[in-house]
């Protein structure tokens, strides 16, 4: 059959038509945007579907319906090939600077729900996308004026795939509400449009005018005329097709060469293919597989179908289609699809590319699970054949080939009268499970579940007369019935003791394949699930297990926000400057930067062993990489190998010889697109040798054996305090050598290490990175290319998020594109893929922990020792700033003595760094420890050994004797009761005791827990310019990395500036522009870091607007002697006329009162945990939170929330496991899980007091962009309190209580397979036999 491959590839993009001959088929639709367009604001996190950065509207027009469709897809997964014929929106399509914002791009502004920016342009989408949905949906009540028809359950749900890292999702949630036709005017949290106390109209008023025609689509006309159906192309090397039948399809086939077929390629966000296809087939357009089909007897659905479109199907009201009970099932099914993926995913993913995925590859898929429950038939064509098999025969076969083609499914309608016996008493029962970190989705299962089941009821119970259960995606092949636990129940009158029987032999059939993590956990999930679906029929008083009274997303928040306005317009909520331009995606990050002329693309290659000689790098013998043009080692580095540098000292650039840790850097691979690079430095083949050789250090123990120790330098290592052994004496009560573990946790900055480095002429070199401490990173590149510094220029504008991970770890990635821009004589570029990113980043130090602790039988202690190994990694990093960074939020109690000792261990893994709390977040989390330790060690209320513990001023002054400040600044005691009435913490703490007293499946625990955190103020530098017409430039150290530095800075400047006192001095910040970091511009910039950079930044800019204002003045009062009132502009005209320096530059330097302060606060937070499943649903958080008086209130609270969200990442759900080299092997968004927006607090409630005057620090302001990280121990403390409410319960089940006295250690993070486990893993069958030992007795 001939297939003409002449065709060209057709569509839109922000309704600017494209028409391409010769694409690359398995070029992507994100590739062809960043690289082939001016449309940056699509971007690139993670590369397989799990992050949202690049979503993208996609619009479809049907000819035969005439109806244009409009859906979501992950413009990273999707083919270019794909979009023939559609009409492709972004960020910037949905509104821009040159034709005018979006109300969701000015509200995520206004609502300050846009902090570094990476993610907004793609959140805007997605809200966009639903807001399109919204006015298509049909029997909605017309919405009041500038309200849209979405509710606010949909706003909220609508960007529930979409990753952020920076806000903590509250604000971006009011952002989504405030569109709601049933939005609550008084739910929507602090914003620029309203103040407080205006009504609702006035309220929904301010809000930038939503139009709904701003959520119409208007379809390009040109598109409508062109393409409908697939393309068929040809590019160089191969082919993309699109056949309408399955003639062509099975001629395509039979080609014999190397075919990929398609339909939303969704399935390489997980199988990362690197293979090279001659022909892409995509199924989309061949009837039989798009079909949708219902009848009586059921559901047909294509198999190129997308996951969206069979929710739709199975949801839809069928209007006397099914009976009851099968509406019921078609219709849990689809909610049960609600949860797979996100809805980006689903709109484009297929029910049959999943059910292939699972039948090939056993992808742990949710669709094989529920659809083998309910006895789905599947049809498939072969080579030979077209057959019917169930899904069980399917899923059975052994992998089926390339030529084998899903074709369709067919649901059976499921009716009582469907069943063996057809009594009056019959009823179908039907439920779905699946426990995932995730509620909302977005995250595979640990184990899902579907059972059916017929059951007759008579006078004695139920009994079973026919059942289905299937269980998946727990590390088996497939999803399987467990026909031997349907045999034993089938028939039987359901009773505890049945029930017990079959849970227990449930537990040995479902049993995950060796290598599965957490096994036990999942075979527990079996037991649970069956228990939580069965026992209703046992027991009709049985508690509920849904989460039904607990919502899964945000449904309230409150913030609390004073400000002054003394310093005008400093302490004003003022937006976030550039947050409009990061919603529409016009801001400029790095990577957005254009490719100049000839540029070149590099990739890591790392070691993946942690001590081995490096005998050589070469690419895999049967691999040919495309456009590779050079492998750079340390021999190709003109100056010294240096990848790093901080004050305590260096590490390579590229292994020389020989490895010292996994993940290790040992070459660079340059490559003409960074597609090709990535794909060349992944068929890289290291040869090593590890003959004699001493063994790598992998473990702070062995560090410890062989004394491979960095040194902390003694002004870095502070002092004990007091006498431990008199403090020991004192004691009533002695607890010896106890242990804490605590792991790692990446950044997940959602923009990766980006570096862009041009030659320019003399040798000189101009590097954009996205680098915290452009200082050293300039150094490091004149040090490596062994040139002087002012050959080196580095710039940085905004990063999309540091937290720490840009710091030391960025210079390498500026250095290597420099080193290769050098050799090469191109201009070379890196875009780190996140693999490698969490690879070489190292993340948060791991340690263990000895402690040893005295107390009085009243709680309060008396001594504490602690003996702390930190895991520093191959590298010495920051890592020597540990023992006084961790001493900053130890000392949070008053401990009576505290004695520690505190190694850095020198090891074989990767060099750990300093991620936001570097230090301080561990040592929250071990002083809570210790409390929780002594208080059930005493069998006391934790609370009220907190409370005894809490520091007074006196002690504070004898623990923190340099920054302890005035008594006044001592606001800790004041939050702490504040907090117990605001957030009504006793009456709530007696509400959560009646809650776990009467409820058996779930508990609730409730914890407070302060902040004393400590930080430092570095020098900084500024620079300040006035311009002839008035406007101001300004620069700083500071880099803008979310933290809204530049917004402060701006406002300092209008502040600093204003004290001119002329006309238009108070209107100044519309003139102030702060620009991007350039190293030869202002020197010493020093680190951005410690959560003072802003108001050191801020204060150097005071400085040198002092300079400025004194310059001005004099010639100001002469003017007003001429001319009477001065306007500003005609100052600066006339300071030009008379040659006054307008440029000042000032570096800030702290002096010894100014340098070290503490910061409070304090957070209360209620969590409810399942002991089926082990999830923990976090209720409620309460946070006070001391800003001295605050530079920006709107920037402050936005540090505080999402510095909390990051924590609770960090305490609840980031599990960072490595291979036993110490490698990473969570390095993905499937593996790795950072809280979305289903997993933060329902109810988030935040106060920033304004705390007065605090005169050594900046116009009295203090930090917030670490501190509140470390409130989030109170959720992992509350788990806990939750977690032994669930033991006592347990235990009392077997007739045991468990002693006062046993500490619960509770592992960091507390995963639902930790608290699962700590809850006890078999408390069900416990249960049972309790229940039925009671009947019986
Ligand atoms: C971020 C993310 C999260 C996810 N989470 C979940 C989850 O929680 N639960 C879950 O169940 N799934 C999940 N998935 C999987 C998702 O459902 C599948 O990726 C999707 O359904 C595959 O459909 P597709 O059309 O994109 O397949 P493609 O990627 O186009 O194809 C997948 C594979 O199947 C083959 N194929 C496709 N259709 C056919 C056919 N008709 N006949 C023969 N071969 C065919 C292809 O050749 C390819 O090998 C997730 C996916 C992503 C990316
Ligand atoms: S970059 Fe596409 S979903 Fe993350
Ligand atoms: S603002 Fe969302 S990731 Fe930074």
């Known amino acids: 059959m001939d297939i003409t491959t002449k065709q060209s590839l057709v569509f839109s993009v922000n309704g600017h038509r494209f028409e391409m001959c010769n694409v690359d088929p398995s070029m992507t639709l994100l590739e062809f945007l960043r690289y082939q367009t001016h449309f940056k604001s699509v971007k690139l996190s993670c590369g397989e579907g799990g992050c949202g950065a690049c979503v993208v509207l996609l619009s479809k027009y049907d000819s035969v319906s005439d109806k244009v469709e409009d859906f979501t897809?992950?413009?990273?997964?999707?083919?270019?090939?794909?979009?023939?014929?559609?009409?492709?929106?972004?960020?910037?399509?949905?509104?821009?600077?040159?034709?005018?914002?979006?109300?969701?791009?000015?509200?995520?502004?206004?609502?300050?729900?846009?902090?570094?920016?990476?993610?907004?342009?793609?959140?805007?989408?997605?809200?966009?996308?639903?807001?399109?949905?919204?006015?298509?949906?049909?029997?909605?009540?017309e919405p009041r004026p500038g309200l849209s028809k979405l509710t606010v359950s949909e706003a909220e749900k609508s960007i529930a795939g979409n990753l952020c890292r920076c806000t903590g999702y509250r604000p971006i949630v009011d952002v989504c509400k405030s569109f709601a036709s049933d939005v609550d005017m008084e739910d929507l949290g602090f914003n620029s449009f309203w103040r407080k106390g205006e009504s609702n109209e006035v309220k929904l008023s301010r809000l930038p005018r939503f139009d709904r025609n701003d959520a119409i689509r208007v379809f390009p006309e040109f598109l409508e005329k062109e393409a409908t159906a697939g393309a068929n192309m040809d590019s160089q090397r191969c082919h993309w097709y699109s056949p309408v039948s399955l003639e062509e399809l099975q001629s395509l086939l039979h080609m014999g060469t190397s075919v990929k077929i398609i339909v939303g390629n969704?399935?390489?966000?997980?199988?990362?293919?690197?293979?090279?296809?001659?022909?892409?087939?995509?199924?989309?357009?061949?009837?039989?597989?798009?079909?949708?089909?219902?009848?009586?007897?059921?559901?047909?659905?294509?198999?190129?179908?997308?996951?969206?479109?069979?929710?739709?199907?199975?949801?839809?009201?069928?209007?006397?289609?099914?009976?009851?009970?099968?509406?019921?099932?078609f219709e849990k099914?689809?909610?049960?699809?609600?949860?797979?993926?996100?809805?980006?995913?689903?709109?484009?993913?297929?029910?049959?590319?999943?059910?292939?995925?699972?039948?090939?590859?056993?992808?742990?898929?949710?669709?094989?699970?529920?659809?083998?429950?309910?006895?789905?038939?599947?049809?498939?064509i072969t080579s030979q054949s077209r057959l019917k098999l169930t899904l069980e025969e399917f899923l059975g076969r052994p992998s089926l080939d390339s030529e084998t083609v899903l074709l369709s499914i067919k649901i059976p309608c499921w009716e009582p009268s469907t069943s063996v016996s057809s009594d009056a008493g019959n009823k179908l029962l039907f439920e779905t499970y699946r426990a995932a970190p995730r509620p909302l989705g977005n995250a595979l299962p640990y184990l899902n579940a579907a059972f059916l089941a017929q059951v007759s009821q008579s006078p004695t119970g139920f009994m079973l007369k026919s059942c289905r259960f299937v269980f998946g995606a727990y590390g088996t092949k497939h999803a399987i019935r467990v026909k031997e636990v349907e045999d034993f129940l089938n028939g039987k009158l359901l009773s505890s003791s049945v029930l017990y029987e079959a849970v227990t032999f449930l537990e040995t059939l479902v049993v995950p394949e060796d290598g599965t993590s957490t096994p036990a956990y999942r075979s527990s999930l079996a037991v649970g699930f069956l228990f939580e679906f069965l026992s209703p029929?046992?027991?009709?008083?049985?508690?509920?297990?849904?989460?039904?009274?607990?919502?899964?997303l945000l449904s309230s928040s409150n913030q609390k926000i004073r400000f002054k306005n003394e310093y005008y317009p400093v302490g004003e909520p003022v937006t976030k400057t550039g947050a409009i331009l990061q919603a529409s995606g016009e801001a400029i990050y790095v990577d957005d930067i254009p490719s100049p002329k000839d540029c070149l693309y590099g990739a890591f290659i790392y070691s993946s062993e942690p001590r081995a000689r490096v005998k050589g790098i070469k690419f895999d013998p049967d691999s040919s990489p495309d456009g590779v043009v050079s492998l750079i080692t340390c021999k190709d580095i003109p100056g010294l190998n240096l990848g790093g540098i901080t004050i305590f000292g260096t590490e390579p650039l590229y292994a020389d010889e020989l490895t010292e840790g996994v993940g290790q850097r040992i070459a660079f691979v340059v490559a003409d697109s960074q597609k090709n690079a990535d794909i060349a430095a992944n068929l890289v083949v290291v040869e090593y040798d590890k003959e004699n050789l001493e063994p790598p250090i992998l473990s702070v123990e062995e560090a410890v054996e062989r004394c491979s120790f960095y040194k902390v330098p003694p002004s870095f290592y502070p002092e004990q305090v007091g006498d431990f052994s008199k403090g020991m004496a004192e004691a009533d009560h002695q607890i010896h050598d106890a242990q804490i573990k605590l792991g790692s946790q990446y950044y997940f900055y959602m923009e990766t290490q980006t570096s862009l480095a041009i030659p320019d002429e003399d040798d000189c070199m101009v590097v954009y990175s996205s680098t915290q401490y452009p200082e050293f990173a300039h150094n490091t590149i004149a040090a490596c290319l062994g040139v002087p510094g002012h050959n080196v220029r580095v710039k940085t504008r905004r990063l999309g998020g540091g937290f720490g991970g840009k710091s030391v770890k960025s210079m390498a990635v500026a250095s290597a594109c420099a080193v290769a821009a050098y050799r090469l004589h191109s201009p070379v570029r890196v875009y780190v893929n996140r693999k490698?990113?969490?690879?070489?980043?190292?993340?948060?130090?791991?340690?263990?922990?000895?402690?040893?602790?005295?107390?009085?039988?009243?709680?309060?202690?008396?001594?504490?020792?602690?003996?702390?190994?930190?895991?520093?990694?191959?590298?010495?990093?920051?890592?020597?700033?540990?023992?006084?960074?961790?001493?900053?939020?130890?000392?949070?109690?008053?401990?009576?003595?505290?004695?520690?000792?505190?190694?850095?261990?020198?090891?074989?893994?990767?060099?750990?760094?300093?991620?936001?709390?570097?230090?301080?977040?561990?040592?929250?989390y071990i002083a809570e420890a210790v409390i929780e330790h002594v208080a059930s060690y005493l069998s006391m209320e934790v609370d009220s050994v907190r409370n005894i513990n809490l520091h007074t001023y006196n002690s504070l002054n004898f623990f923190f004797p340099s920054s302890a400040g005035e008594p006044l600044e001592y606001t800790l005691p004041s939050i702490w009761e504040r907090l117990a009435t605001t957030s009504s913490f006793y009456d709530r703490t007696n509400m959560v005791q009646e809650f776990n007293r009467c409820h058996k499946w779930k508990k609730r625990g409730i914890s407070r827990v302060p902040i004393v955190y400590e930080v430092m103020m570095r020098p900084?530098?500024?620079?300040?310019?006035?311009?002839?017409?008035?406007?101001?430039?300004?620069?700083?150290?500071?880099?803008?990395?979310?933290?809204?530095?530049?917004?402060?800075?701006?406002?300092?400047?209008?502040?600093?500036?204003?004290?001119?006192?002329?006309?238009?001095?108070?209107?100044?910040?519309?003139?102030?522009?702060?620009?991007?970091?350039?190293?030869?511009?202002?020197?010493?910039?020093?680190?951005?870091?410690?959560?003072?950079?802003?108001?050191?930044?801020?204060?150097?800019?005071r400085l040198c607007c002092n300079i400025l204002v004194e310059r001005l003045i004099p010639l100001k009062e002469k003017l007003m002697e001429k001319v009477g009132p001065v306007e500003w502009?005609?100052?600066?005209?006339?300071?030009?006329?008379?040659?006054?320096?307008?440029?000042?530059?000032?570096?800030?330097?702290?002096?010894?009162?100014?340098?070290?302060?503490?910061?409070?606060?304090?957070?209360?937070?209620?969590?409810?945990?399942?002991?089926?499943?082990?999830?923990?649903?976090?209720?409620?958080?309460?946070?006070?939170?001391?800003?001295?008086?605050?530079?920006?209130?709107?920037?402050?609270?936005?540090?505080?929330?999402?510095?909390?969200?990051?924590?609770?990442?960090?305490?609840?759900?980031?599990?960072?496991?490595?291979?036993?080299?110490?490698?990473?092997?969570?390095?993905?968004t499937w593996t790795y899980k950072i809280p979305t927006v289903d997993t933060i607090p329902k109810q988030f409630n935040v106060e920033i007091l304004n705390s007065g005057h605090h005169k050594d620090r900046v116009l009295s302001s203090k930090a917030s962009g670490e501190p509140p990280l470390t409130l989030a121990v109170s959720v992992h403390c509350a788990t806990r309190a939750a977690v032994r409410e669930a033991r006592q319960q347990v235990l009392s089940w077997g007739g045991e209580k468990e002693a006062g006295s046993t500490l619960i250690q509770m592992e960091v993070p507390a995963t639902m397979p930790v608290v699962k486990e700590l809850c006890g893993l078999d408390s069900v069958q416990k249960y049972l036999q309790w229940a039925f030992g009671k009947n019986l007795g």
């Open 73 to 141: 897809v992950s413009s990273c997964l999707t083919l270019l090939g794909s979009v023939n014929g559609c009409s492709i929106t972004t960020a910037e399509g949905i509104g821009n600077s040159k034709d005018g914002f979006h109300p969701i791009q000015e509200r995520f502004s206004g609502f300050h729900a846009s902090q570094c920016g990476f993610c907004t342009p793609g959140m805007c989408v997605s809200l966009y996308a639903a807001l399109v949905d919204a006015e298509k949906t049909k029997n909605r009540a």
């Open 266 to 329: 969704t399935g390489t966000g997980y199988y990362k293919e690197l293979v090279h296809y001659d022909n892409y087939i995509d199924l989309r357009y061949i009837p039989e597989l798009s079909v949708i089909r219902k009848d009586p007897t059921g559901i047909e659905i294509g198999a190129a179908v997308t996951i969206s479109k069979a929710i739709e199907t199975l949801k839809e009201e069928n209007e006397g289609e099914f009976g009851k009970e099968g509406k019921m099932v």
């Open 333 to 380: 099914l689809g909610d049960h699809m609600e949860k797979i993926a996100s809805r980006f995913i689903r709109n484009s993913g297929s029910v049959g590319g999943n059910l292939m995925m699972a039948q090939r590859k056993h992808f742990p898929s949710d669709i094989a699970t529920i659809l083998l429950s309910v006895d789905t038939i599947v049809e498939v």
């Open 537 to 552: 029929l046992i027991d009709s008083e049985h508690e509920r297990f849904g989460k039904t009274d607990c919502p899964t």
């Open 1129 to 1228: 502009e005609a100052l600066i005209v006339e300071a030009y006329d008379k040659s006054v320096n307008l440029s000042a530059s000032a570096l800030y330097m702290p002096n010894f009162s100014t340098t070290q302060y503490i910061n409070y606060g304090a957070a209360v937070s209620e969590v409810e945990v399942s002991l089926i499943t082990g999830e923990t649903t976090i209720l409620r958080t309460d946070i006070i939170y001391d800003c001295g008086q605050s530079l920006n209130p709107a920037v402050d609270l936005g540090q505080i929330e999402g510095a909390y969200v990051q924590g609770i990442g960090f305490f609840m759900l980031e599990e960072y496991l490595t291979n036993s080299d110490g490698l990473v092997i969570t390095d993905n």
């Open 1020 to 1101: 900084t530098p500024g620079k300040v310019s006035i311009l002839r017409d008035g406007s101001i430039v300004v620069e700083v150290g500071g880099i803008e990395m979310g933290q809204g530095l530049w917004t402060k800075v701006k406002q300092m400047a209008a502040y600093g500036l204003g004290l001119v006192k002329c006309g238009g001095s108070r209107d100044l910040l519309e003139k102030v522009r702060v620009i991007e970091t350039d190293t030869l511009s202002v020197i010493q910039g020093g680190l951005t870091a410690g959560s003072t950079t802003s108001e050191a930044s801020c204060e150097a800019v």
């Open 836 to 924: 490698f990113d969490m690879i070489m980043s190292g993340g948060r130090h791991p340690m263990k922990i000895t402690y040893s602790v005295g107390c009085k039988s009243n709680g309060k202690i008396t001594a504490l020792k602690l003996d702390i190994l930190i895991d520093a990694g191959m590298f010495v990093d920051e890592s020597p700033i540990m023992p006084s960074y961790m001493l900053g939020s130890l000392r949070k109690y008053d401990w009576g003595a505290l004695s520690f000792d505190i190694k850095l261990c020198k090891t074989n893994l990767p060099s750990r760094g300093a991620v936001r709390a570097p230090g301080n977040l561990q040592a929250s």
